[in-house]
């Protein structure tokens, strides 16, 4: 079946260094992929997303391109920072008549130190 | 517009017992999604509604939870007789059918502490 995978966390970081959270899927068909963010005793929030391949998503810095050839669609940010301390999920849905749902990786928790 | 609502926000009780959880989706939005997430995983998929209709249930989806959406507004899921292993955070999301992008509105969630 489907499946998202992401790097582990937590990863730790200091203001203003490149973040890189690695995704990778398996899907059939052309799947929409998705970056949701969690942050801490909030809900899940849709930070970027991207419908078909070699689409860049992007928001509040964040971008991630949809990589068919990779199966691949890892999130980066030139600068980060203390605010963006939280956990990042990547999802993707399956798309058609297939009712839309979202199929999550399992978190990477992001901390990022003054 | 205020989002998706969900309440209530926390739950504890006791095995054995019932729960009812309730989710207001953004009022357009006729697709109503639940998922559950434990410590430290991602949200899995449960079940979702188009309209009042419930199209698909996850294999997580045991005997002892129903979901309704009566009247394709809000939505309830309840779990009966529950155990200790449904504790969990339930989330219940909501999206437009006509969304290209499928992006779906999450709510807080309900935190249900099974003791």
């Known amino acids: 079946g489907n499946s998202v995978t992401q790097m582990e966390g937590p990863v730790t970081l200091s203001e203003e260094a490149f973040l890189t959270i690695n995704c990778t899927y398996t899907a059939t068909g052309y799947p929409s992929l998705f970056w949701y963010v969690q942050y801490p005793g909030e809900g899940l929030q849709l930070l970027l997303k991207a419908t078909k391949a070699d689409d860049k998503g992007s928001n509040k810095g964040f971008e991630a391109t949809y990589r068919k050839e990779t199966t691949s669609f890892h999130l980066e940010k030139g600068s980060v920072q203390v605010s963006d301390s939280a956990v990042y999920f990547c999802a993707l849905s399956e798309g058609g008549n297939q009712g839309g749902k979202l199929i999550f990786g399992q978190g990477t928790e992001l901390s990022v130190k003054p | 517009d205020t989002g998706v609502s969900q309440n209530p926000r926390h739950k504890i009780t006791k095995r054995g017992q019932n729960v009812t959880f309730r989710c207001d989706p953004i009022?357009?939005?006729?697709?109503l999604y639940w998922y559950r997430q434990t410590l430290g995983q991602g949200p899995e998929f449960l079940t979702y509604?188009?309209?009042?209709?419930?199209?698909?249930k996850s294999r997580l989806l045991s005997d002892r939870f129903s979901a309704e959406r009566p009247k394709g507004s809000f939505s309830t899921l309840e779990i009966q007789r529950t155990e200790q292993g449904d504790s969990a955070m339930y989330l219940c999301?909501?999206?437009?059918?006509?969304?290209?992008?499928?992006?779906?509105?999450f709510g807080p969630g309900t935190r249900l502490t099974v003791l």
């Open positions: 509604f188009q309209n009042e209709a419930q199209l698909e």
């Open positions: 009022s357009e939005h006729n697709r």
């Open positions: 999301a909501s999206r437009s059918s006509g969304s290209s992008y499928n992006e779906q509105f």
